[in-house]
């Protein structure tokens, strides 16, 4: 009787009969036994080897889904169907190379059975060893002969991967020899030494105290003089690496912040180290003193008002913000209307060049009080722009993602949805310096603006949209298109 691998190879060499490569028309079949074979270097388990023979058949035959699982069980079919674009009939394959790339790296980076990223870094492996030999041959030619011809977008593609796969395949052979090819087509995308062993140092939180939730990740409480930033799934070391250098900048530009001395593994996710002695988190504080939220909100808003008057340079190498929200409409308002999505961009266009930073994530539970002083945590967005940016980012955690469900900001800050509210409405006031009802009023509008282009594209980032999804996706975007037509500016 045949096993799970003997069936797969005799399954796949009959789905792949008469196929051919792209390059070199050499007989298909050659490239998932590579990939097979890749992967039996990293592990005995059938299961993923025979997803590697089987990995393009739903994108490069007719085979199904449903035949994959019935023929070769659930979890072969899941490793199969992580690795396989929707392939957008009817539209040309160059307009959704990018699409098709975000949306399976998704899966990647949510993926919690290492089988996914042990066959995507053997099929990337697989791929990069023949474009190599090819650059090696034609150099840039190459990319004239891909549905994909910036070599920009290949080489992010790569390193996201190579990011994604790392912590818990950096001490394989297949990962150092990714790597080596990606710096070989791409001299300096990495460091060399990430092609030689490392081991990071291990650490577990189990009955540490959580003092803060964050979008990126949580903190916990390690020890009296030490906190751990423990960073979600969809983190590389690359974004680790990126914020605690962020960190390093801002400091020196005199923004009081905490200064990361490792990074380690925390199970299977990166976490960064920091000294904070006796602090917690200003939602904690708030938590504990729900009838002080003037006092925590001018604490904030004093901080806000520091990072907003800290001029920079381009030397400084600090990003620009607008790309960011850019982003955001680029990749939701205009999945819903082109044409609205236009409005937007030019409104963005609006705010004035700015060399001062904002932070991009600024809430309470990114900021610590250790006696008396705050201390920032959380810096992977820091970057150049107008204060609105900041603003909206306050109105949006504690006002916008509650308004259809209160809980959401509740969970998410420790507080009431009420407290939060409150506390907006404060920080407001002492950031601007003002209370007079028609100035905040017209502050919060604009920074509502980008409040809900942002809920648009939180919705598509998730992937498949349901029956309420699309609901909430018609009542921002009418939010927005009430918006632009009474908005001309988003300075203040």
Known sequence: MMNLLEESIIYATLMYQGKVRKFKSVPFILHPMEVAQILATMTDDQEVI??????????ETDGTLMELEKRFGKRVAMLVASESENDYPGEDRRATWKRRKE?????????????????????????????????????????????????????WYYRTVAESVELQLNKTGAFKELIKHINFIWPGTFDSDKARYKKYREMSVDGCRLLGKGAKGD?????????????????????????????????????PTAISFGIVSVGKLYGAMYELV????????????????????????????????????????????????????????????????????????????????VHGDFHTGNVFL??????????????????IVDISGIYYFYVVLGEEDPSVVEDFMGFSYQTAGEFYGCFLK??????????????????????????????????????????????????IEALVEKLDTLNY
């Open 50 to 59: 025979a997803a590697g023979m089987l990995h393009d058949v739903l994108e």
């Open 103 to 155: 949306e399976t790296l998704k899966i990647l980076k949510n993926s919690t059975d290492i089988g996914v990223r042990m066959l995507w870094l053997a099929d990337k492996l697989a791929n990069i060893r023949s474009l190599a030999r090819i650059y090696s041959e034609v150099g840039e030619e190459l990319w004239t002969k891909l549905h994909q011809t910036d070599p920009e977008e290949h080489r």
């Open 219 to 255: 903190v916990y409480r390690y020890d009296d003089e030490l906190i751990i930033k423990v960073y979600n799934q969809n983190n590389t070391y690359h974004d680790v690496e990126q914020e605690i250098a962020l960190s390093r900048k801002a400091f020196i530009l005199g923004i």
């Open 278 to 357: 006796e602090s917690d988190t200003v939602s904690k504080c708030l938590e504990r003193n729900r009838g002080q939220v003037d006092y925590y909100a001018k604490i904030m808003a004093e901080l806000a008002l520091q990072i907003h008057s800290t001029s920079v340079t381009e030397k400084d190498g600090f990003p620009d913000a607008t790309d960011r929200l850019k982003g955001y409409i680029k990749r939701g308002v205009a999945y819903e209307s082109e044409e609205l999505a236009g409005k937007c961009l030019r409104l963005v266009d609006t705010l004035p060049e700015s060399k001062t930073l």
């Open 370 to 387: 250790q006696n008396g002083e705050a201390l920032l945590i959380d810096m992977d967005r820091l970057s150049t722009g107008h204060s």
């Open 430 to 479: 002492h950031y601007l310096k003002t209370e007079d009802a028609s100035r905040l009023a017209e502050v919060t509008e604009k920074a509502s603006l980008l409040c809900y282009i942002r809920m648009i594209h939180k919705i598509h980032k998730q992937g498949e949209l349901s029956a309420k999804d699309r609901e909430m996706l018609g009542h921002y975007t009418a939010k």
